[in-house]
């Protein structure tokens, strides 16, 4: 949010007899006003951070308050405007992550359509927004042979490795040591 | 924002059931418009102390929501009606929620970080179950250390957390949750000493704090939740 588009606040305000004088009356309006406007950054936020995830989190900003309590005129623009300043930060990062993500679906095209001009690359799913450990990458079909007759292939990594481990390598020695 | 979620359907005999509500200083209410304190007694008919283990049934609760939370719902907690306008409130009384989290957050989290809801005691999991059913979160004090009715101000210069020697000393203005004569929480914050519920107290006051956005019907059935868990014989 630009300094421009946020709501201007009417610090004189209106007057109400009999209940409080005008300066009050117009600062309870202009408290109720930024509240309005944190209440609407907040909602940006959760949107851009849920949106985001993994790649854009919700950093702290600020350091952990002393405790709840009613804000004054000057900490709810305090918090307002780092509020605001925190949403302008996650917009460029998630419009930067929206750019990285088309410039990886741009290059998964050319490699699908020209292999061998992309020897080897590898292109993780993850910078094409999706989840998992899946690569994408150009490989040479039927190993050595492929690679001298020029035979290019896109292929897509089947995955995340298993949650035991790769499997365990037969050890001879420990072999000789079992009881037959 | 997406709509809210069909509302909780009251079961039994929660139709008739009506929390009382709390009192609020008049310039807390103005300055803050939407919150409320909801306030019900709850009388422990559960055999076994509060503090100790909980029955099978809300043992079987609370796996039956560990498997339901999972690390989508984490992300996209913050969204949902009820969890998004406790943040704007936390935000509206100087705290940041990405910090000093919101209650439901911080049992989702928990949740992820351990793998699931582990119990903490009687109390704290049917406080707990009430909160993951609702988003509105719910304490409880001691009822026979309250005096009159609960309510929400913002607390005097000197003031003490609690009335008992050991209470410690409060700062000035902070939002606290008061009987007649003391404060006896800060709002979304730790019960004072000697209010705590321990192993043996019977009678209970269930509190639930509601803040603009949140319909009353969530609160009411966030107390109805807790009431009857710990009234079930």
Redesign the interface.
């Known amino acids: 949010m630009s300094p421009s588009e946020q709501l201007t606040i009417d610090r004189n305000g209106a007057s109400v007899p009999g209940v409080c004088g005008p300066a009050e009356v117009g600062e309870?309006a202009a408290?109720s006003s930024l509240?309005a406007q944190?209440?609407r950054l907040?909602?940006e936020l959760?949107?851009i951070?849920?949106e985001g995830?993994p790649h854009i989190g919700?950093?702290?900003?600020?350091?952990?308050?002393?405790?709840?309590?009613?804000?004054g005129l000057e900490?709810l623009e305090l918090?307002r405007d780092r509020?605001a300043g925190r949403v302008q930060e996650l917009r460029r990062r998630a419009q930067a992550r929206a750019e990285h993500e088309l410039r990886a679906h741009e290059l998964l095209e050319r490699m699908k359509l020209e292999p061998a001009r992309y020897k080897f690359v590898r292109l993780p799913v993850t910078d094409l927004g999706q989840r998992g450990c899946g690569v994408w990458e150009v490989r040479p079909r039927f190993g050595l042979l492929g690679m001298l007759a020029g035979w290019w292939e896109l292929k897509l990594s089947c995955g995340c490795p298993l949650p035991g481990g790769s499997r365990p390598v037969r050890d001879p020695a420990q072999r000789l040591l079992r009881p037959s | 924002m997406s709509s809210l979620p069909p509302a909780p359907e009251p079961p039994g005999s929660a139709a008739g059931f009506r929390p009382a509500p709390g009192w609020c200083a008049r310039e807390v209410e103005e300055e803050l418009p939407g919150l409320r304190l909801l306030t019900a007694e709850a009388h422990v008919a559960r055999r076994g102390p509060l503090t100790g283990g909980s029955p099978p049934d809300v043992h079987g609760r609370l796996r039956e929501l560990s498997n339901r939370m999972r690390g989508a719902t984490a992300v996209a907690v913050r969204r949902e009606p009820v969890p998004a306008a406790y943040r704007v409130f936390f935000r509206h009384i100087g705290l940041d929620p990405d910090v000093e989290r919101t209650p439901i957050e911080a049992a989702v989290l928990e949740r992820m970080l351990r793998g699931g809801f582990l119990s903490g005691g009687l109390l704290q999991d049917v406080l707990l179950i009430a909160l993951l059913d609702t988003g509105v979160p719910v304490w409880a004090l001691d009822a026979d250390s309250v005096e009159g009715p609960l309510g929400i101000r913002a607390s005097a210069e000197g003031e003490r957390l609690g009335r008992y020697h050991d209470a410690p000393p409060l700062p000035a203005r902070r939002l606290v949750v008061a009987d007649s004569s003391a404060p006896l929480a800060v709002l979304f914050g730790g019960l004072a000493p000697g209010h705590i519920p321990l192993a043996g107290t019977r009678r209970l006051a269930l509190y639930a704090v509601q803040v603009a956005g949140v319909p009353e019907l969530y609160v009411e059935e966030a107390l109805w939740n807790c009431r009857s868990a710990l009234e079930l014989r």
Request: charged share 15%.
């Open positions: 309870q408290r509240r944190v209440a907040e909602r959760s949107a951070v849920a995830f919700a950093v702290a900003w600020a350091p952990a308050s002393s405790g709840p309590s009613m804000l900490e918090l509020l």
